[in-house]
């Protein structure tokens, strides 16, 4: 738009042009505007990532929002009246620990699930340091963590893991203009206007239309996996029919690179530091993984050396828990059945 518009002021200036042209120019010009305006206006009014308005329930959209801003969102709409103390921080596997399950390990305590899909450190270390500057008491905290997560150290400006603006700080002209920017995008667009328009959901709109509903509870954040009611209606034959999704292991797995380095180290010590002035409660998993790699252990043991080793349990690499088939969605979810099985080991008292 910037471009159209130093193009317009510069044939507008421009001595060759004469009254009459000026005035079909402008005309052309405003026909091929009016699609784009049109276009613009239909996103404004839609909100398709539900980032310009707020809500109170964001269940069941036709296509993916943004994890990290949801959860961020529904914890600022209701501080105030909830007063959380408890905070679930991690990626997508945060879903195999309910908040309604994890309350009842805890002396007390008012959860929320502050999960962020594909979740970096930078997003972790933003939201503590947030909660901790806007005076929020932090009672108790489960962080999980793996090494994708410890690899991450920036602010992601993907549409769909870029950080609400009130922890990145980011101006909401910026903010937005991600958003605007994936909507324009033909890959988004055309099967978005074509599911809009018809209802249907095609073949060739898989990964932008959504073909599953959300059970999501707005208070707590906490998601049912729709794939724990297909486990409870066909039970073994659904390993069975998801066994591609469950790649062959290698007999040996090897362990993953190291990746704790000094940005790493800062950001993991800052959390340390906000936890120790708390008096927070805090236990910090590295989630087992389908694959088996084991995290790199040097990285581990900076873990256990910043946090204490009693705060770290490592339940990657090879063990019962990653053996078994039946505690894993596919090659990156586990379930809740898994997840309390932690929680056990973890919170013995």
Same mark, same amino acid.
């Given at each position: 738009?910037?471009?159209?518009?130093?193009?317009?002021?510069?044939?507008?200036?421009? @001595?060759?042009?004469?009254?009459?042209?000026?005035?079909?120019?402008?005309?052309?010009?405003?026909?091929?505007?009016?699609?784009?305006?049109?276009?613009?206006?239909?996103?404004?009014?839609?909100?398709?990532?539900?980032?310009?308005?707020?809500?109170?329930?964001?269940?069941?959209?036709?296509?993916?929002?943004?994890?990290?801003?949801?959860?961020?969102?529904?914890?600022?709409?209701?501080?105030?009246?909830?007063?959380?103390?408890?905070?679930?921080?991690?990626?997508?596997?945060?879903?195999?620990?309910?908040?309604?399950?994890?309350?009842?390990?805890?002396?007390?305590?008012?959860?929320?699930?502050?999960?962020?899909?594909?979740?970096?450190?930078?997003?972790?270390?933003?939201?503590?340091?947030?909660?901790?500057?806007?005076?929020?008491?932090? @009672?108790?905290?489960?962080?999980?963590?793996? =090494?994708?997560?410890?690899?991450?150290?920036?602010?992601?400006?993907? =549409?769909?893991?870029?950080?609400?603006?009130?922890?990145?700080?980011?101006?909401?002209?910026?903010?937005? /203009?991600?958003?605007?920017?994936?909507?324009?995008?033909?890959?988004?667009?055309?099967?978005?206007?074509?599911?809009?328009?018809?209802?249907?959901?095609?073949?060739?709109?898989?990964?932008?239309?959504?073909?599953?509903?959300?059970?999501?509870?707005?208070?707590?954040?906490?998601?049912?996996?729709?794939?724990?009611?297909?486990?409870?209606?066909?039970?073994?034959?659904?390993?069975?029919?998801?066994?591609?999704?469950?790649?062959?292991?290698?007999?040996?797995? @090897?362990?993953?690179?190291?990746?704790?380095?000094?940005? +790493?180290? /800062?950001?993991?010590?800052?959390?340390?530091?906000? !936890?120790?002035? =708390? =008096?927070?409660?805090?236990?910090?998993?590295?989630?087992?993984?389908?694959? +088996?790699?084991?995290?790199?252990?040097?990285?581990?043991?900076?873990?256990?050396?910043? !946090?204490?080793?009693?705060?770290?349990?490592?339940?990657?690499?090879?063990? +019962?828990?990653? +053996?078994?088939?039946?505690? !894993?969605?596919?090659?990156?979810?586990?379930?809740?059945?898994?997840?309390?099985?932690?929680?056990?080991?973890?919170?013995?008292?």
């Amino acid at each position: 738009m910037v471009i159209l518009g130093q193009l317009i002021s510069s044939i507008c200036n421009s @001595k060759i042009m004469t009254n009459k042209n000026l005035i079909t120019f402008i005309k052309k010009i405003g026909i091929f505007s009016l699609p784009i305006l049109a276009l613009l206006i239909w996103y404004v009014n839609s909100d398709p990532f539900k980032v310009i308005n707020t809500y109170k329930i964001y269940n069941n959209q036709p296509v993916e929002l943004n994890q990290g801003y949801i959860s961020w969102q529904s914890f600022l709409n209701n501080r105030d009246s909830l007063k959380y103390d408890s905070f679930l921080l991690g990626n997508s596997c945060t879903m195999a620990y309910p908040t309604t399950v994890w309350k009842s390990f805890l002396n007390n305590g008012t959860p929320i699930r502050l999960n962020a899909n594909s979740e970096s450190l930078y997003g972790i270390w933003k939201k503590i340091k947030r909660l901790d500057e806007s005076a929020v008491s932090l @009672k108790n905290v489960l962080l999980l963590l793996d =090494h994708g997560t410890l690899l991450k150290v920036i602010n992601n400006k993907s =549409h769909s893991l870029i950080l609400h603006p009130d922890l990145s700080g980011m101006g909401q002209a910026e903010f937005q /203009k991600e958003f605007v920017t994936a909507f324009f995008n033909p890959k988004f667009l055309i099967p978005y206007i074509d599911y809009t328009i018809f209802k249907k959901n095609r073949k060739y709109m898989k990964g932008i239309v959504l073909n599953k509903s959300d059970n999501r509870n707005n208070l707590t954040n906490d998601i049912i996996n729709p794939r724990e009611i297909e486990i409870e209606q066909q039970a073994e034959n659904y390993w069975i029919k998801h066994k591609k999704e469950f790649p062959i292991r290698a007999n040996k797995p @090897k362990a993953y690179a190291e990746v704790v380095f000094n940005k +790493q180290m /800062k950001m993991l010590s800052e959390i340390s530091d906000i !936890f120790k002035k =708390h =008096h927070t409660n805090y236990q910090i998993i590295i989630n087992p993984q389908w694959c +088996q790699k084991k995290i790199n252990l040097n990285d581990l043991n900076q873990l256990k050396m910043i !946090f204490g080793k009693n705060r770290i349990h490592d339940f990657s690499g090879k063990n +019962q828990y990653t +053996q078994n088939k039946e505690y !894993f969605y596919e090659k990156s979810h586990y379930r809740p059945l898994l997840g309390k099985i932690i929680l056990e080991k973890i919170y013995p008292n």
